[in-house]
DNA sequence: TACAAAATTAAACAAACGTTTAATTTAAAC
DNA sequence: GTTTAAATTAAACGTTTGTTTAATTTTGTA
């Protein structure tokens, strides 16, 4: 897939808007003023909007498992590994937020036609990563084996996500004043009370 | 606030198409289309789509404190009451996921002129109910200190919503053909999970 | 039965929607 | 400099949108 400047820019000033107001809630008008070329130019290059938005999903959804497996693979111990993969799962969904916010919300919608098949593909992937590295824990006798780790993800990513989309409850609830507040809390107390979750969980018998 | 059967039929129709295509992706005559209603009947009973949303969510939010405070003040101990708190939670919020589902996507868009007082209110009326009840935990010695209580509720409905809004692909993950497969994850095997996520967390030091 | 209020309807409204058209400008290749 | 392809534009297309209108039917009350 070859995307010249222009078609990275109006995926990018589209991504915003659906993040903001969803994929109907967004008109490609909107997007074309907000981009700053002609609506014509929507259909010129992506060929509808719902193709903008499947071309935006492959674009976006870059390969995760190999940074999975580089954090995985290193010469630490499986507690130090643990907490830099929740490190590295926080800071790339905060990153990701806005196209998370979209596919959370399209992909839960049974009935939408998009193509998730990507989307599915790294999940899966990341899923039998973490896995296997929390098998390997097991049989190290560091972690403990009552443990669904099929519901890892779901704490880990959910726990951000509650708070994300709560975010304006917190800033009632905790001084975060703008969005360089929000970044520094979401990777220290956040990441930290995440990593002290799953290490609880994942090493102690209840 | 009085509403008549035919309101709240309307309001659960709408409930449901909100959710699954949400409030932009639904239209007004596909409420009254599946609510077999004359398209003005919105109009005229709601005076718009946005206050029909309002209506609904008012009418929707219901005081969730006593229920919290129930479970609480029960004679058990704390973990055996904590167990509880969780499964009323869970319970709670799988059988309204679709009024969450709207509110996570509207309330998460700071630029939409929605009235989310009483969700917000109800969020911090549990919060403390919440946190006066793991503070008495903690003196009686229990619970441990080192936690972050305002983290507790995202990782307790992340950790649903997470899989509720990945649902799809937990389908492909685990057996669940329909929705009383379900179900019976979600208050058996998800509720479990997050109760010894919580407990370990509240009683383990790491 | 007679009357007033409430409920319901089909039709119409302007505005916004995604997309296409055909004409024009810009860029690249020779 | 000429030719060809790509990029860009304003305008128009037919639908669908939320809402209102005015007329009609139903319901409740005296």
Redesign the interface.
């Known amino acids: 897939m070859k995307l010249n400047k222009k078609q990275v820019h109006i995926l990018s000033v589209a991504e915003k808007l659906f993040a903001?107001?969803?994929?109907?809630?967004t008109s490609v008008r909107t997007i074309a003023k907000e981009a700053d070329v002609n609506v014509a130019m929507i259909s010129y290059y992506f060929g509808s909007k719902e193709k903008l938005l499947e071309t935006f999903l492959l674009y976006r959804i870059a390969d995760f498992r190999n940074e999975l497996v580089k954090v995985i693979n290193q010469e630490k111990s499986f507690l130090e590994r643990l907490d830099n993969l929740i490190e590295l799962i926080i800071h790339r969904i905060h990153s990701k937020r806005r196209m998370y916010?979209i596919i959370?919300?399209e992909?839960?919608?049974?009935?939408?036609g998009f193509d998730?098949k990507a989307?599915?593909k790294e999940?899966?992937e990341s899923?039998k990563t973490i896995k296997a590295f929390v098998e390997k824990g097991q049989e190290a006798g560091v972690f403990i084996k009552?443990?669904?780790v099929?519901?890892l993800?779901?704490?880990v990513?959910?726990?951000?996500?509650?708070?994300?989309?709560?975010?304006?409850?917190?800033k009632?609830?905790?001084p975060l004043e703008n969005d360089v507040a929000v970044d520094i809390y979401v990777h220290q107390?956040?990441t930290k009370?995440?990593q002290?979750?799953i290490?609880?969980?994942l090493?102690?018998e209840?």
Chains 1, 2 share one sequence.
């Open positions: 903001e107001n969803g994929f109907d809630g916010k959370h919300f992909f839960s919608n049974e009935t939408r998730f989307y599915t999940k899966l899923f009552n443990v669904n099929e519901l993800m779901p704490t990513q959910g726990s951000y996500f509650n708070f994300y989309y709560n975010k304006r409850f917190y009632t609830l905790i107390t956040l009370h995440i002290q979750t290490k609880s969980l090493t102690n209840i």
